[in-house]
């Protein structure tokens, strides 16, 4: 039996990392003809995503690499940054290749590269071995979508950041909404990040294809207009998510059994958890308001508060000092909510999302959290902070009516400056909202776990894409 050989080259942010090795578990755990090698690529001098890697199991069959560390151009803007880091890469990727290939009876004959959405450029290395490119792809179907349009006007029309600015909607195949254009990434009305996102919108269709972590029966809108829509029926999609990473408990950190414990003495869906991803955090002003709206409501809370990083550094949020909490908590604010809340540093997202007590998630809305918490059965409020967060948050609330609204359009600026002030009363509307017990939210969510569940069995529309994907891979280790 031949055995096919995949290269996957993971962006370094650890959402995509941890989604891009599940998806490779996934693949290897249904298909014994597979073998995997992934190649790490780490931004300089950090360490964030070592608690992932070391924590796959030893398989013949998944083979991980950490490439060396590069170092990069200072001052340079997140999408400078990344394509200096990719481009320094290059030499590194070739020769781990070209080890791999000269071992072939070992590792089975190399049939393709699968690249992370940002890291298309890797296609020109994927070239000289003569094989074909897939693109993983951590967002939904309909930000896809969104990115290819934005593409397809660029060129077509001529319509770049200067032009979005004027307009207030866009009307985008992949939405069944005209989409606002506050709900864009940021990215997109930047001038100074154009060129790298049309190199980026440009990789994505000079793929072979495109895996995403997202199912027909979430997305089928979008789903449907690859096909019905004349620019995009030539690129073929393979939707065979939602790809989670449900086993990952605690990350060796310690508290998060307390967290789970207090859990456990709570009434069923009680509880709201509010959490922003890796990389979110406020500053003490907007604290202070989520405080005063949790108290105000008397909730029963896990507050998940993360301490921003230096200005201009690119490290991950980091825990406070329960000294440093009483400082930029309102004053006995800790005291006062002891026996309804828990304020925690990182948390162990998936098993509070997992638990009866969860009632409500206050989200950054990225996609990863989204697709935890639709599997769940949680509803969220929405909470965007960057990246395609707004356009992930705008496509709950107003597309696929699973989420309510705190805020659509919020924003930290690359500078680390948010674009305004969410009151406490607008966050205290939005989690009384979220906990409607009988509200369409809940029904719709509760509906949309049941099919998450079922689209990757036998069966499922999940299941079917991941069969055409094998077979595609397989034939091209065999030609």
């Known amino acids: 039996m031949k055995k096919a050989q995949l290269v996957f080259i993971p962006s370094p942010g650890v959402g995509h990392l941890v989604s891009t090795l599940e998806f490779a578990k996934l693949l290897i755990n249904r298909d014994n003809r597979l073998r995997i090698t992934v190649l790490i690529i780490k931004f300089p001098n950090t360490t964030e995503t070592d608690a992932y890697t070391k924590s796959l199991p030893i398989l013949d069959s998944l083979n991980v690499i950490n490439l060396p560390e590069c170092s990069l151009p200072p001052n340079s803007n997140p999408g400078s940054a990344m394509a200096a880091l990719l481009e320094a890469q290059k030499p590194y990727v070739k020769q781990a290749v070209s080890n791999l290939t000269t071992g072939e009876g070992q590792h089975g004959h190399l049939a393709a590269f699968v690249v992370d959405m940002f890291c298309t450029t890797m296609i020109d290395v994927a070239k000289e071995f003569s094989v074909p490119t897939l693109v993983y792809f951590t967002s939904g179907v309909a930000f896809l979508g969104l990115s290819l349009h934005l593409h397809t ?20 195949p992949s939405f069944a909404n005209s989409v606002p254009i506050k709900s864009l990434p ?15 919108w440009k990789g994505l269709k000079n793929a072979d294809g495109i895996i995403v972590n997202s199912f027909e029966e979430l997305e089928s809108h979008a789903v449907h207009s690859f096909v019905s829509d004349a620019d995009l029926a030539s690129l073929p999609i393979y939707p065979v998510g939602p790809i989670l990473n449900l086993e990952h408990k605690t990350n060796g950190i310690d508290g998060s059994n307390d967290t789970i414990k207090w859990l456990d003495d709570q009434p069923t869906s009680s509880v709201v958890f ?77 098993q509070i999302l997992a638990h009866h007590a969860t009632g409500g998630f206050v989200s950054h809305c990225g996609w990863n959290s989204t697709l935890e918490s639709i599997y769940f059965g949680v509803p969220i409020a929405t909470w965007p902070i960057f990246a ?26 690359f500078n680390g400056e948010p674009n305004y002030l969410v009151t406490a009363d607008k966050i205290e509307k939005g989690i009384r909202s979220l906990l409607d017990k009988d509200g369409e939210v809940r029904k719709k969510v509760k509906k949309m776990s049941e099919k998450s569940r079922k689209t990757l069995l036998d069966g499922g529309s999940s299941y079917i894409y991941l069969a055409r994907l094998i077979d595609y891979i397989v034939n091209q280790a065999s030609n």
């Open 186 to 200: 940021s990215a997109v009305l930047l001038k100074e990040l154009e060129s790298f996102m049309m190199v980026y």
């Open 274 to 350: 509010l959490c922003f991803g890796s990389r979110g955090s406020f500053n003490e002003d907007q604290i202070k308001e989520i405080a005063l709206a949790v108290e105000n409501i008397g909730v029963r809370f896990i507050w998940s508060l993360r301490k921003s990083p230096p200005k201009g550094s690119m490290d991950a949020p980091s825990d406070y000092s329960l000294f440093d909490l009483d400082l930029i908590l309102p004053k006995g604010f800790l005291d006062r909510t002891a026996k309804i809340g828990r304020i925690v540093g990182w948390a162990p997202q998936t």
């Open 388 to 413: 395609e967060q707004r356009t992930n948050a705008f496509q709950l609330v107003c597309e696929l009516k699973m989420g309510v609204e705190i805020a659509l359009d919020y924003n930290v600026e």
């Open 153 to 172: 006007i660029n060129e077509r029309d001529n319509v770049d950041s200067t032009q979005l600015l004027q307009l207030t909607e866009l009307v985008v």
